[in-house]
């Protein structure tokens, strides 16, 4: 694989739901890409398709609550969405809520990223720049950790290896 298909590869895998730069970056650097250029190509990449989940999903999901086969799923979505916006509000506050959309996108664990706190930023009607700077930073900060992680463990194995 030459290095732009494998510069290609990593900036469509952090596009991708669930996936997005937290396993993008790990296959950059177990293909030995540098760090800094794959850490460019996976925030582009993840950052992408935020203004289009910001203005779409929502309103796909609430277009898909009452149809046959998909209306069960996307009222749950919706609902969690709402239960959780709720919850964040209460807790943070209209102040907070910048930065904890910040910190639910920048701590790579499941089920959080860009997809999911710019539904959620949707949902709470945060507005667009807000929402996308917050989603941007927490970008940045996810694509950082999974950076420093990823490196030790391949460094590590390196020197297990080696």
């Known amino acids: 694989m030459n290095t732009l298909t494998k510069y290609l590869f990593i900036f469509f895998i952090s ?3 669930l996936i997005e730069l937290r396993g993008a970056i790990p296959f950059a650097v177990g293909m030995g890409l540098p760090l800094i250029q794959s850490y460019i190509v996976c925030i582009i990449g993840n950052m992408l398709p935020v203004p289009v989940i910001y203005f779409f999903a929502r309103k796909v999901l609430e277009w ?29 506050g209209d102040k907070g809520t910048f930065l904890a959309l910040l910190l639910f996108v920048g ?3 499941p089920g959080t990223g860009a997809w999911t706190g ?30 420093v992680a990823s490196a030790a463990v391949a460094g590590g194995f390196n020197a297990i290896v080696n």
């Open 64 to 92: 898909g609550k009452d149809k046959k086969y998909i209306g069960r799923f996307f009222s749950f979505c919706l609902e969690k969405g709402n239960k959780g916006g709720q919850k964040l509000l209460e807790k943070a």
């Open 107 to 109: 701590i790579p664990i």
């Open 15 to 17: 596009m991708v739901p």
């Open 118 to 147: 710019t539904l959620a930023a949707s949902i709470l009607n945060m507005g667009f720049k807000k929402s996308v700077a917050a989603v941007m930073l927490g970008v940045l900060l996810a694509g950082i950790i999974m950076l």
